[in-house]
C-alpha cells in the first residue's frame, strides 16, 4: 500500500512547465526527508534516479545536476504537502516521478555523490508520468 500519493503529472511540450504534488496518504511522521526520484521507461526500478529532496524541519533543500536551476522543491507544512515545479522541462526529463520519504534521515543524501541514495528512502508513492514532447 502506497504511503504517498503524487498529483500533477501529465503531458506538455519542451520548454513547458509542471508541477507535481506530493501528500502523505497512510505516511503519518514530520521528521526526515521527502523528495522526488524518476524512473525512466523501460529502466528497473533498482535505476531510479533522485531529482530533489527537502529536510522536513528545517526546509533544505538538495538538487540533482541535472535539474538546478530548472526544478523547485517547496513544501506547505499546514496542508502536510510537497511539490516540484519543474520548469524549462526537456524530452528527456520525460519519466515515471515518484514521491520518496523517511522519518529518520538527518540529511536527505548521503554524500556529495549520492550513492546509495535510493535505499535510503522506505516510503513511497505510486508514481506520476511526465511526457515532454519535442
Known amino acids: 500500500q502506497a504511503q504517498l500519493a503524487e498529483s500533477g503529472g501529465g503531458s506538455v511540450q519542451a520548454g513547458g512547465s509542471l508541477r507535481l504534488s506530493c501528500s502523505p496518504s497512510?505516511?503519518?511522521?514530520?521528521?526526515?526527508?521527502w523528495g522526488w526520484f524518476r524512473q525512466y521507461p523501460g529502466d528497473p526500478a533498482e535505476k531510479r534516479e533522485g531529482?530533489?529532496?527537502?529536510?522536513?524541519?528545517?526546509?533544505?533543500?538538495y538538487y540533482a545536476d541535472a535539474v538546478k536551476g530548472r526544478f523547485t522543491i517547496s513544501q506547505d507544512n499546514a496542508k502536510r504537502t510537497m511539490y516540484l515545479q519543474m520548469n524549462s522541462l526537456q524530452p528527456g526529463d520525460s519519466a515515471i516521478y515518484y514521491c520518496?520519504?523517511?522519518?529518520?534521515?538527518?540529511?536527505?543524501?548521503?554524500?556529495?555523490?549520492?550513492?546509495?541514495?535510493?535505499?535510503?528512502?522506505?516510503?513511497w508513492g505510486q508514481g506520476t508520468q511526465v511526457i515532454v514532447s519535442s
Open positions: 520518496a520519504a523517511d522519518p529518520y534521515l538527518p540529511r536527505c543524501t548521503p554524500g556529495d555523490n549520492w550513492t546509495g541514495l535510493l535505499a535510503q528512502y522506505n516510503y
Open positions: 497512510a505516511y503519518r511522521y514530520s521528521t526526515g526527508c
Open positions: 531529482v530533489a529532496f527537502i529536510l522536513i524541519d528545517s526546509g533544505h533543500t
